[in-house]
């Protein structure tokens, strides 16, 4: 006969199996109900929006009468009596709240909440947080021990987002510019990030060359690796061309290397 399995074993098993899983056996389990609060939830992913929750492959939609649910393929929905934002509110807290801390690998965060969505207390530890258009809402949920993050995933309105520590301490950087059409070197100077990926969008611009320019004159440590990442050709033959009026004197024909490795 097998022997049960004491609190440490319990706790072990439980902060390893994976979030959606767990919820249900949670919820068949009155024994683990007592306890389930003192062991932190572990997630590869988390989704939160005004009335989508994500975890891993369940993918939750509230609706004014009805909440549906999809993984994996299958969906199944369910009638609902209660508003919209109080079935949020119990979905969360089934899901995430009460637990001791919630462990997530990356973060979503979409549009605006409303303001008593989630709970003050709310700590979520993150590696990676993507909180697009609501940068700030988010931060007050992020548990101080992530800081500094591996990677923020942002959308800059202005030019107070690169004041952020947040921002500047997290180890990648990607920004998407949709709303910020300019990128000033001033802006740019000030990111400390290992790696800072720029999303181009059309009409966009991002002073680059003055940067290369700064640390030229400065002869500063450049500790930063800036990528532009974009879908329009005509940006990347335009910003060669700057190139290489910027910087023709630098200009290599590499005579003696083996083409094939080029």
Not at 121 to 150: C, G, H, M, Q, Y
């Amino acid at each position: 006969m097998a022997l049960p399995l004491s609190y440490p074993g319990i706790k072990c098993i439980l902060e390893n199996l994976e979030a959606v899983k767990r919820a249900h056996i949670i919820a068949r389990t009155p024994g683990l109900q007592k306890i389930t609060k003192l062991i932190p939830i572990c997630s590869e992913n988390l989704t939160i929006a005004c009335n989508n929750l994500t975890i891993n492959k369940l993918e939750i939609e509230c609706n004014k009468d009805e909440v549906k649910f999809e993984m994996n393929g299958r969906r199944f929905r369910r009638h609902v009596s209660d508003s919209q934002e109080n079935a949020m509110k119990n979905l969360i807290n089934f899901y995430i709240c009460g637990k001791s801390i919630a462990r997530v690998d990356k973060l979503y965060w979409f549009r605006k909440l409303p303001p008593n969505l989630l709970p003050v207390d709310l700590k979520i530890r993150v590696n990676s947080l993507e909180p697009f258009f609501d940068f700030e809402t988010a931060i007050p949920f992020i548990d101080p021990r992530s800081f500094p993050l591996k990677t923020v995933v942002a959308i800059p309105e202005d030019s107070t987002l690169f004041d952020n520590q947040v921002v500047k301490l997290a180890k990648s950087l990607i920004l998407h510019l949709i709303h910020y059409r300019i990128v000033t070197v001033e802006d740019l100077k000030k990111l400390n990030n290992k790696t800072v990926e720029l999303g181009r969008f059309s009409y966009s611009r991002i002073d680059i060359i003055p940067l290369i320019k700064y640390h030229i004159e400065t002869k500063k440590e450049i500790r930063t690796t800036f990528r532009i990442s974009t879908c329009y050709k005509n940006f990347l033959n335009e910003r060669l061309r700057e190139f290489e009026q910027a910087f023709g004197e630098y200009r290599s024909d590499l005579d003696g290397v083996n083409e094939r490795y080029v």
